[in-house]
């Protein structure tokens, strides 16, 4: 009975072939190559011992890759059900649909898979079988394949070419998965790629995977070409990234973040579109080198936050969403192009460095606070470039805008400094609200100033940067509010401010027409690089450049600062176009009598007023309120100067 089917299925066709398989099916197979094919299903045949027939010719033995052979007929393959083992040793390949519970690939053993389906499957309730690979798994040649079932590499697959479709299957990678050319494509059913171990893509072809991705403490090396991430979920725990010199490293679809996710990226890693996110618990990137480039789609922080501690750019001309919070511990880089904040919170604590394009409030409640450094840069300073914020901004570090122009709507500081290079504007909508920290600079304020509790000091005194000059002339373009504890500082080495580049003392220009100017507060007065005033300079420390203005109050506080200026006395004038600051008092010069040598002359002078006292005398150079012999040193140790 046996006999007589197999000689219908040999003969009659496909149709039997399932069902011959059906009832051959059962148990395991290993696979013994017999035939000099290695094809999985190929049938070969020899005359050996199957005698002779009736025209006396040999009976075939029939052969298979599976240890089997028969006389006149095919012995049977691996069907549902079967479990399929493949030995160290072993070189198999398949080129044909396939229908097993599970293959067994041992690590010595190289399976090279180029065409077909491969449906892993428990015939007896349909549920997923196993492909387990602890040797070399490779896909091969420009098929495209199909997949069912559960694939599980803890040895090393090999995607050389062709694409493979994800029927309902599930790819589990703990040991090394390379892909060099192809897909892998979520086509039929609920699909998946697991990787807990290391994905390398290599060859300069493209890759690209729609199958939804979950990697956990993985590693993703794009050592040449270009793996593109598309599928509509992933998840990223603990992953380590590298991307090579001229490689590329695209996401779309949809990424969730978690854990620390570094590398060093020398090529480019790339948020193309689609959505970038952290989990529940936050992510942080550390990514080096040309870090994560942020093109379009969106990047959510959630309520617990995305964290770049290493390089995140902004790229390209496009307009991104952000939302939920995103904390810059590292640098922070917009290089072009709109990012809308929709709901977002972005909190620099690291460099955020902002070149061209827009940060714009435009959905949910947005801010942007700077603990850190917010530079205004221009890529080319000799063509600046503009960059305009419009989400609320609030300064407790710096805000360095060192060439083009930086506008920002609501302008909030606290603490810091907001400091204008000289050719630079910092614009604001609203007044600027200055509450404590400094405005500094020689550039222009485009628009008010309310300074309830700040510190106006003109020039750049920043000991990192000693090439900054510490005198300034710092122009306002608007009104001018200051309140009972706002301070102008005002820094004195000359008398001469007709070089704008090099002026000899601070000043602030309220430039315009019309401007209204409240004064009150603290003026601060201090000297530089050893300078010490001659009683009647006069110094113009705030100026109008427009044909009127309307200036009202007066500074409560004048101080002098006593190490600087000792004994310094000035006095404030109040005119029409300036307020003035006029040297009532200098400290004492060796040369009492002012002829410009100190000669014996002075030191009469000193000998004859030796042992008065009181304020104001001539002859008390060291301002001590007493002519004595520390006076009459001065003149002696001077002798001789000037004339
Ligand atoms: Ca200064
Ligand atoms: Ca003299
Ligand atoms: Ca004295």
Redesign the pocket.
Known sequence: MRRSIMKRFVWSGATFVSLVSALLAQGTWTWQQQCSNNEWSAICYADAGCGYDQNNNPVHRYFNNWGLSQCSVSPGLPGPGSICIFPAGANAFLNSNINVLSIGISNGAVFSWQDGSLTLRNPSDNSPGTLSNLGLLRMVNSFGRNLSGVLVNTGTLVHEDGSNYFNGASLQNSGTAEVRLGGWYNNTGTNSLVNTGTLNKTTTSSFTITVPMQQQNATVNVQAGTLTLSAGSNTHQNVSWSVASGATLVLNGTHTFSGTHSGAIAGTLLQRTGTVQAGSNGATFNFTNTGFQWQDGTLNGGSAGLTNAGLLRMVNSFGRNLSGVLVNTGTLVQEDGTTYFNGASLQNSGTAEVRAGRWDNNTGTNSLVNTGTLNKVSPDPNNPTSFSITVNTTNSGLIDVQNGALSVSNLTQTAGEARIRRGATLSVSNPLAMQGGKLTGAGQLSGALTNTAGTI???I?DPDQPDLN???ILTISGNLTLGNDAVF?V?LAGTDNSDPANPQY?RVVISGFGRTVQVNGTLRVKARDGYTPATGDTFDILVRSGSSWNRTGAFHTVEVDPDTLPCVQVEVRYLSDRVQLVVTRAPGSADINRDGCVDDADLLAVLFAFGQTGSGLAEDINCDEVVDDADLLSVLFAFGSGC
Request: proline fraction near 20%; glycine fraction near 20%; charge should be negative.
């Open positions: 000091a003109p020039g005194d510490p005198l300034g500082e820094e601070d």
